[in-house]
């Protein structure tokens, strides 16, 4: 009987790649513009048609007509036991069966350009990381690329002019310098719900401003996870509405996924849905970045 059981079964793994393909394009695409892209490695695997398909732009666009976009977490690092400190390294925050979370690495290509890592900065749009590299002191400029996120590929971007902060408009492809950038010192920040948040690790503190009042606020409800905090760096992130806040610890980096509630009188407060150890080695930190794809 266990034989039997075992033979239907081994007969239904075989017929299922076969019925999908024999749908037509448009339904598969559907299919698989609904499933997680952390499927998409072992469905690329089932054919050279699926394989296709998940490196194509329309499952992309299907997904984000069909509000199944997913925000993906990216690290770029660096080794210190490393003979090239230069060689920066990409990784990946990935959901493990049992809830927990790792970063594993991922290949990028060899055409991706060297940039200067002194006075980096990057943002996240859509799919696509605008990475700006470090300032050339003798031109005063700061060169910038584009990588997308669907394919791991990038592209040449814009030259800006060094020593300032900006504010994007991406829908006019506008520039403008933002002064109440400086009225504060703050660091890796992120914007969640149009208010912007950083790890103040001097204090222990997560701070928040808000533009429409015009006004720094402290978060609340998170002073045993900061307190803990030792790190001399942090980087904060928009994880899908939650704060994803990155940290190092002895030989170790770590994430706390943190969700955010405004309250009465304005008050936010801050909730750890999830902390825990997502890297082991002593590595250098480039960038953290949040993706949606």
């Known amino acids: 009987m266990v034989s039997k059981i075992k033979a239907e079964d081994e007969k239904s793994s075989k017929l299922l790649p076969s019925l999908i393909p024999s ?12 499933s997680s892209r952390w499927d998409y490695p072992k469905l690329s695997l089932v054919s050279k048609h699926f394989r296709s398909l998940v490196a194509s732009p329309d499952l992309y666009a299907r997904r984000s007509l069909l509000a199944c976009t997913e925000t993906c977490l990216y690290a770029v690092l660096y080794d210190y036991d490393a003979s090239d400190l230069d060689l920066d390294m990409w990784y990946i925050l990935r959901r493990k069966a049992n809830g927990s979370r790792c970063l594993d690495r991922i290949p990028i290509p060899s055409t991706l350009p060297v940039l200067e890592t002194c006075s980096a900065s990057s943002v996240e749009i859509d799919s696509r990381i605008y990475v700006f590299g470090g300032i050339d002191h003798q031109n005063m400029t700061t060169n910038a690329l584009i990588m997308d996120c669907r394919f791991h590929g990038t592209s040449p971007k814009h030259t800006l002019d060094g020593y300032k902060s900006y504010v994007y408009e ?9 002064d109440m950038m400086s009225s504060e010192y703050w660091m890796d920040p992120c914007v969640v719900d149009n208010v912007l948040y950083y790890h103040d690790w001097c204090s222990k503190t997560l701070k928040a401003y808000d533009p429409n009042h015009k006004c720094w606020l402290l978060v609340e409800g998170l002073e045993d996870l900061l307190v803990t905090i030792c790190s001399n760096w942090s980087y904060a992130l928009n994880y899908g509405g939650n704060m994803a806040l990155f940290f190092s610890r002895p030989s170790d980096i770590w994430c706390a996924e943190i969700s ?5 009188g304005g008050k936010i407060w801050g909730n750890v849905e999830w902390c825990g150890h997502v890297l082991t080695g002593y590595f250098g930190i480039r960038k953290f970045l949040a993706v949606t794809v």
């Open 260 to 264: 955010l509630e405004r309250r009465q």
């Open 170 to 178: 991406p829908k006019e492809s506008k520039w403008e310098i933002e």
């Open 23 to 34: 749908l037509p394009e448009d339904v598969i695409i559907d299919i698989l513009a609904r």
